[in-house]
């Protein structure tokens, strides 16, 4: 697929050629990587952030939000509740912070290789080689950082640099992957900014990347950040502007899937909280293989406010677990089992 055709399918806005692009999505996800739907624990592990992107609810701007930290305690009664409910990942998440220290991670991260079967993994931000090496030392499989858009301009405007650093998410998921994590991307959809000719490059830019996991959610305005608050100058012209729906969030799904047949694509809390009914379930049938059930306490839960009005911010663990495994069950896919790694077609591509 080229950058027209993909420009074309964003474009494209007739049922029945949508029916047919998601058709062919899900099709291509049963062939590449089957049935299974991988249930990753997702423990959002800090709200702490030092940086200041202009879309997210915990940036070091946001004066009002409470701030936390878990101890190691605390993640590790989340660990073992994903062992108990049989889930193969869990994947550690905070915001950016020199607060949540390497070693510290490190021996978490330790911790859970050497008493559990549980994949780890990590997406703790822009940090240093030297401690993105001591973490996949210490035994972690995976990165999640999200490059947020393919477009150099935008990617400045939206994501202000650390004084006296230059900021590049692209190559750090490069680094990442020489350093033998499994890497996972992604973009927000319908970004204030976003054009139907940059989401196009982000998609390209997945299969360039050859990405193991990608992750695509919509854009949800937060009061507390300048482009929750001004959202309308910072968007392009009319008719160039992605809108953050969720038709244009499924589309991007199959599109990814179609040019990234084997990677592992999650069906987001993002897509859930503009349609609680059956967003999810929507991820899943545009091509999606992932859910990530969320691990996290109720009392850290509603702190971890990256966008208003989440889905399931008020539910337990184990609510989690259950409503989606039955959303998993409603629509005849089955609940994955182990790690589920990236499968690649080409074993000389293999990685360890
Ligand atoms: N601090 C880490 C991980 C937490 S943020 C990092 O930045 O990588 C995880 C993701 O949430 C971000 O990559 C971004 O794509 C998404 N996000 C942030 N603000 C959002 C918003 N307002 N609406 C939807 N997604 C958002
Ligand atoms: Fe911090 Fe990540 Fe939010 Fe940016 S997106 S402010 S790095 S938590």
Not at 80 to 101: C, D, M, P, R, W
Not at 265 to 285: H, Q, V, Y
Request: charged share 25%; aromatic share 6%.
């Amino acid at each position: 697929m080229d950058r027209n055709e993909i420009l074309d399918w964003l474009r494209e806005e007739d049922a029945s050629r949508l029916a047919e692009l998601f058709r062919l999505a899900d099709t291509a996800r049963r062939e590449a990587v089957g049935d299974a739907v991988h249930l990753r624990g997702l423990i959002e592990i800090s709200n702490d952030c030092r940086r200041n992107c202009l879309y997210c609810g915990l940036r070091a701007g946001n004066a009002v939000l409470q701030r936390y930290r878990m101890t190691a305690d605390e993640v590790m009664e989340c660990v073992n509740k994903a062992v108990e409910y049989g889930y193969g990942t869990v994947v550690l998440q905070a915001g950016e912070h020199s607060a949540i220290e390497a070693e510290w991670v490190a021996d978490l991260v330790r911790c859970i290789k050497g008493r559990t079967p549980l994949a780890v993994t990590l997406s703790l931000g822009e940090r240093t080689l030297e401690e993105y090496r001591l973490w996949r030392e210490a035994g972690a499989n995976r990165y999640l950082l999200r490059f947020e858009t393919s477009n150099r301009a935008l990617y400045e405007r939206i994501h202000p640099p650390l004084p006296g650093k230059r900021s590049d998410r692209v190559a750090l998921l490069r680094e990442l992957r020489r350093l033998g994590f499994e890497i996972g991307g992604g973009v927000m959809i319908g970004l204030p900014g976003q054009t139907y000719e940059i989401l196009a490059g982000d998609l390209l830019l997945f299969r360039e990347l050859d990405l193991d996991m990608v992750g695509v959610g919509p854009y949800l305005p937060h009061p507390e950040t300048p482009l929750g608050r001004e959202r309308s100058t910072f968007e392009a012209a009319a008719g160039e502007q992605v809108p953050n729906s969720e038709g244009m969030t499924c589309k991007v799904i199959a599109l990814t899937r179609l040019l990234c047949p084997e990677s592992n694509i999650p069906s987001t809390t993002a897509l859930a909280t503009i349609n609680t009914a059956d967003g999810r379930e929507r991820g899943l049938c545009s091509g999606a293989n992932v859910v990530m059930p969320n691990l996290t306490p109720p009392r850290y839960r509603e702190l971890y406010e990256i966008y208003p009005g989440k889905a399931c911010v008020t539910e337990t663990a184990e609510m989690c677990r259950d409503c989606l495994r039955r959303r998993i069950a409603a629509i005849g896919r089955t609940v994955g089992t182990g790690p589920g790694a990236r499968r690649r077609c080409a074993p000389n591509l293999q990685t360890a």
